[in-house]
């Protein structure tokens, strides 16, 4: 009988080599995005065979590890059977367009498929977020050119700074309020669960200092099989009093990594402000997610 449990970071390798046979871009099919979130969006993982099987509250993600439509008839059928003996619907949530139409030719009318906006990845190209150059982007390498006359630098997060990193975020949460809004204090506290397993999880950051002083940190992760093809862009926070800086952050982190095809920066979740932010910066195209209910 299939059995989902907690995602420890002992998980992390095995999760990694299902996902590794994938060509997911999608910021769910990171492991260590899912230990950030597990306990707020109640995700549980299972392995069968060689698939990754991940339950949330709303659902369950499209298995990974499948490299055929047998493989994907296999784990969708082991799934369905855990769904009748739990009495809980089969809802395949956060799914790619080509995953969406897998099922769809595997299980036709079976199957009813819906899309929500909110919850599209914004994806770019790695050398438009690197160089800033074009036309549509005047306005941000303004902004980046504003904080440049500044006294700042910028540098790796280490164990030698990680705990400034920490005390940063801490910081902006108080002065954003975090500590008196729940649902803001449940992604603080996914924040902080990554930042304390940091260097396990197999993170990437960067931090930017004003004055010696941290006012911005950023990481994230490697997506996916194709070589060097999608980084996703997890956390990036700022002090915004300062002009320019989240411009800086983005591009100073961006320069720092090895050439990505595509820098993923996640979904807006339906915050306009976000949403606004997020097409400011151009992406290459938005990664469509679909749920496919059984």
Same mark, same amino acid.
């Given at each position: 009988?299939?059995? @989902?449990?907690? %995602?420890?970071?002992?998980? &992390?390798?095995?999760? &990694?080599?299902?996902?590794?046979?994938?060509?997911?871009?999608?910021?769910?099919?990171?492991?260590?995005?899912?230990?950030?979130?597990?306990?707020?969006?109640?995700?549980?993982?299972?392995?069968?065979?060689? *698939?990754?099987?991940?339950?949330?509250?709303?659902? *369950? =993600?499209?298995?990974?590890?499948?490299?055929?439509?047998?493989?994907?008839?296999?784990? +969708?059928?082991?799934?369905?059977?855990?769904? #009748?003996?739990?009495?809980?619907?089969?809802?395949?949530?956060?799914?790619?367009?080509?995953?969406?139409?897998?099922?769809?030719?595997?299980?036709?009318?079976?199957?009813?498929?819906?899309?929500?906006?909110?919850?599209?990845?914004? +994806?770019?190209?790695?050398?438009? /977020?690197?160089? /800033?150059?074009? #036309?549509?982007?005047?306005?941000? &390498?303004?902004?980046?050119? #504003?904080?440049?006359?500044?006294?700042?630098?910028?540098?790796?997060?280490?164990?030698?700074?990680?705990?400034? +990193?920490?005390?940063?975020?801490?910081?902006?949460?108080?002065?954003?309020?975090?500590?008196?809004?729940?649902?803001? /204090?449940?992604?603080?506290?996914?924040?902080?669960?990554?930042?304390?397993?940091? @260097?396990?999880?197999?993170?990437?950051?960067?931090?930017?200092?004003?004055?010696?002083?941290?006012?911005?940190?950023?990481?994230?992760?490697?997506?996916?099989?194709?070589?060097?093809?999608?980084?996703? %862009?997890?956390?990036?926070?700022?002090?915004?009093? +300062?002009?320019?800086?989240?411009?800086?952050?983005?591009?100073?982190? %961006?320069?720092?990594?090895?050439?990505?095809?595509?820098?993923?920066?996640?979904?807006?979740?339906?915050?306009?402000?976000?949403?606004?932010?997020?097409?400011?910066?151009?992406?290459?195209? =938005? /990664?469509?997610?679909?749920?496919?209910? @059984?």
């Amino acid at each position: 009988m299939l059995k @989902f449990s907690s %995602v420890k970071l002992s998980d &992390r390798d095995w999760v &990694r080599e299902c996902v590794s046979k994938t060509d997911f871009r999608g910021c769910e099919y990171s492991f260590a995005t899912s230990y950030m979130w597990s306990q707020i969006f109640d995700i549980q993982i299972a392995r069968h065979k060689g *698939f990754y099987l991940s339950k949330y509250r709303q659902g *369950f =993600l499209f298995p990974a590890g499948c490299t055929c439509d047998d493989d994907i008839a296999e784990a +969708v059928s082991v799934l369905r059977e855990y769904c #009748r003996e739990n009495a809980l619907p089969l809802k395949f949530i956060n799914a790619d367009k080509a995953s969406a139409e897998a099922l769809e030719r595997l299980y036709g009318s079976q199957i009813e498929t819906t899309t929500n906006r909110d919850y599209y990845d914004y +994806v770019y190209d790695f050398e438009s /977020l690197a160089t /800033l150059r074009g #036309r549509k982007l005047h306005s941000k &390498r303004n902004h980046y050119h #504003r904080f440049c006359e500044h006294n700042w630098s910028f540098e790796a997060i280490t164990p030698d700074n990680i705990e400034e +990193v920490t005390a940063m975020h801490n910081k902006w949460c108080e002065l954003k309020g975090v500590y008196d809004d729940p649902d803001k /204090l449940r992604e603080a506290g996914a924040v902080i669960r990554g930042l304390d397993s940091f @260097f396990e999880l197999g993170f990437v950051g960067g931090v930017i200092r004003v004055d010696g002083e941290i006012c911005a940190y950023t990481f994230g992760s490697a997506i996916g099989n194709r070589e060097n093809d999608t980084f996703a %862009v997890h956390v990036e926070k700022a002090f915004a009093d +300062v002009q320019g800086i989240y411009a800086a952050i983005n591009k100073e982190f %961006v320069n720092t990594l090895p050439t990505y095809k595509y820098i993923n920066r996640e979904e807006d979740m339906g915050a306009e402000n976000l949403r606004k932010a997020k097409l400011s910066y151009r992406p290459a195209f =938005l /990664l469509d997610k679909y749920r496919i209910t @059984f």
